[in-house]
């Protein structure tokens, strides 16, 4: 049987190098010919042995995705749609700006976390993904890009985790992904440029901050539970203070780094005055004076099954000034890639939902919206 060798980190692949009687070297040599230079074929990695290259021709592969589509924006921004198999798709999007190039990658085939405002929660979950298929769409976008650009650069400087999936529902993937990435003999990208976005699962925050403490973005999107439970159903397991203090002993890992909020503003929902007055309430009761957090505004990718609509300018650069105001750093994000529906899950199409996302959230009642100013909730779900 062949091991795709995208699977392994460094030490993964010099265990299956000492498989084959070869020696820690020779795995740093194979790591650099296929992350540093794009190698897929044995043949063309010139300083491994012979032999070992005979032996690697009939034990290993480098398997990339099939591409099922590519879209290029007129901003720019790319995507690709991959196969991964049993009528699944996943999603990678390259961002260029001035000063880095960003490639947004998924790490599972559709979602079971299901909210309500993410075209790829609507689609119901099919399966994790290995490690292998992670680290395959960097090494794709890498590449290619290069390829086109005609340039021995590196084209992608910022990964983040933000694709199709909650990352830490698949942690096992996930971490080997993540110190590919982080390798000096790989991607060399720096910690405070790989960064996690998570829904809030505490216990493997935990883990992750011990792990592999790369940058943590939280998908946030209410500022009290009776709101949140609606919008990310994780928050019934994992509500907002768990979470808050999480974000504490995470950055006691991470020091000098903050912590992204995720809030994606929806008209009438979320965007209220009061929603900005609670959020800055919340940060100080969990932050004191210290500075640990920036919050970052996200206009919404409005899709039919949602019945969300965007919030407005106004709306949004109020909501921005309350929680300025209060010395949080608070940024809007930019609307990339809108011509090719480059928000997640809007390409992929339903995915073999084996955890009936769909049904469940099709019972779901349509949005509550809470009296501004209440944060009391009324159930906690185990
Ligand atoms: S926002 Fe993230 S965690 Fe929530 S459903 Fe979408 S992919 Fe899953």
Redesign the pocket.
Known sequence: MTVNLLEFDLDGLTAFCERLGEKRFRAIQLFRWIHQRGARDFDQMSDLAKSLREKLKTSAVVQALPVISEHQSSDGTVKWLFDVGAGNAVEAVFIPEDDRGTLCISS?AG?????R??????QGFSRNLLTAEIVAQLWFAEHTLRERLKTKDRVISNVVM?????PLQNYSALVPALRVMLDDHAYGMSRRRVTV???GVVPMMDRLAVDCPVALAV?LHAPNDLLRDDL?P?NRKYPIDELMDACNRYLVHAPRDFITFEY?MLDGVNDQAEHARQLVELVQRHAGAGVWCKFNLIPFNPFPASGLHRSGAVQVAAFAKILSDAGIVTTVRKTRGDDIDAA??QLAGEVQDRTRVVERMAKRRTIAIEPAGSAARPHKEA
Do not use: N
């Not at 405002?117 to 609507?122: L, P």
């Not at 933000?162 to 909650?166: A, D, I, K, T």
């Open positions: 599972q979602c079971a976390v299901g909210c405002f993410c075209s790829t929660g609507h933000m694709g199709m999936g909650e976005s998570t829904s998908s990310v994780l994606c997640c899950g």
